[in-house]
């Protein structure tokens, strides 16, 4: 595999007919980057909470790694995090816990993320100079080729066009190679205890 973007890809903006896509490449990076189907019971799980409501409430903010018809990879942003936590529990929330209603933890990670649909984490603040979010994620053989800096990019501008001050995401403490990944972009550590954050301000 070599480090040359592949001239075929392309990126471009989400369809209503990625969901699919979104649900599956999270299932297949969800263990810190590689695939976690043998994780979860029910193959979106994943793509619940960190792909799905994307496409669904903020298409204007999400983007798609395409080779010919084949989607390799998606970037998702939720422009204001406070105003979006409060659409995902009137317009998103609902639907997915009646998906999901009578669902038993049978995997290792069917459990947190069964939580995390019952109780979604809410920010009710505004999140001072960094009120957006993204998630990103690229299957392996889109990877170390230039597309991840590219589809960041795309995100960036399109949250800059919208006015945003500033955009932040959250990566798993065993990712090294995310961690390095958005320091070489321009990303800037910002953890604190308990959560690994990195956040760029975009005025």
């Known amino acids: 595999m070599t480090n040359e973007p592949r001239a075929a890809y392309r990126i471009r903006r989400f369809e209503p007919h990625d969901m699919a896509a979104l649900y599956e490449i999270c299932l297949l990076t969800a263990d810190s980057g590689v695939d976690a189907s043998a994780l979860y019971s ?13 496409g669904a409430l903020e298409p204007d903010f999400a983007f798609l790694l395409a080779d010919g018809d084949r989607v390799l ?20 929330w609902p639907k997915v816990r009646a998906e999901v209603a009578g669902m038993t933890p049978q995997k290792p990670l069917d459990e947190g993320v069964l939580r995390r649909i019952a109780t979604p984490e ?52 065993d990712n ?25 301000t975009l005025r």
């Open 42 to 54: 029910d193959r979106r799980l994943p793509g619940y909470i960190w792909a799905a409501p994307y």
């Open 73 to 92: 990879g998606y970037v998702v942003a939720a422009p204001d995090t406070v105003a979006f936590e409060a659409r995902l529990e009137r317009d998103w």
């Open 122 to 173: 809410r920010h009710e603040t505004a999140l001072q100079d960094y009120p957006a979010h993204l998630h990103i994620n690229l299957l392996p053989e889109a990877q170390s080729g230039g597309w991840g800096r590219r589809m960041i990019e795309t995100e960036l501008d399109a949250l800059r066009r919208a006015g945003v001050s500033g955009v932040q995401l959250g990566v798993s403490p």
């Open 176 to 200: 090294e190679r995310a961690k390095g990944f958005y320091s070489h972009v321009g990303f800037t550590d910002i953890s604190g205890p308990g959560h690994v954050t990195y956040a760029m």
